[in-house]
């Protein structure tokens, strides 16, 4: 079980930025076992929505259409830390953000149920 731990969230204005940050570990077997990491959002009285994921096989990335230009996901080079950067916010990006990690390589990465792991979520609230 790969334990993931998020930070980096706020309360920002509208077209600010932030920068999210997503810390894996445990067992050395179970890092190198994640296939993709990505990130979640989820809004009050909304569905879990996917925003971004990237692979750690080729750093593929992968972005929700709404996010495309403005949000940016990210690898360091050890890969147990995944960054989103986040520009140009609007306040329809105001949810709690949640990291999560698969270890099944997928069609698609953006159904959060074939995701194994996820985090704690970090409130972002960006005000208008």
């Known amino acids: 079980q790969v334990q993931l731990v998020e930070s980096g969230g706020g309360l920002v204005q509208t077209g600010g930025s932030l920068r999210l940050s997503c810390a894996a570990s445990?067992?050395?077997?179970?890092?190198?076992?994640?296939?993709?990491l990505g990130w979640f959002r989820q809004a009050p009285g909304k569905e879990r929505e996917f925003v971004a994921a990237?692979?750690?096989?080729?750093?593929?990335?992968y972005y929700v259409d709404s996010v495309k230009g403005r949000f940016t996901i990210s690898r360091d080079s050890f890969g147990n830390t995944v960054y989103l950067q986040m520009n140009s916010l609007k306040p329809e990006d105001t949810a709690v953000y949640y990291c999560a990690a698969t270890n099944r390589p997928l069609l698609s990465y953006s159904d959060y149920r074939k995701y194994d792991s996820w985090g704690q979520g970090t409130q972002v609230t960006v005000s208008s």
């Open positions: 445990g067992y050395s077997f179970s890092i190198f076992s994640i296939n993709a």
């Open positions: 990237i692979t750690t096989s080729g750093d593929n990335t």
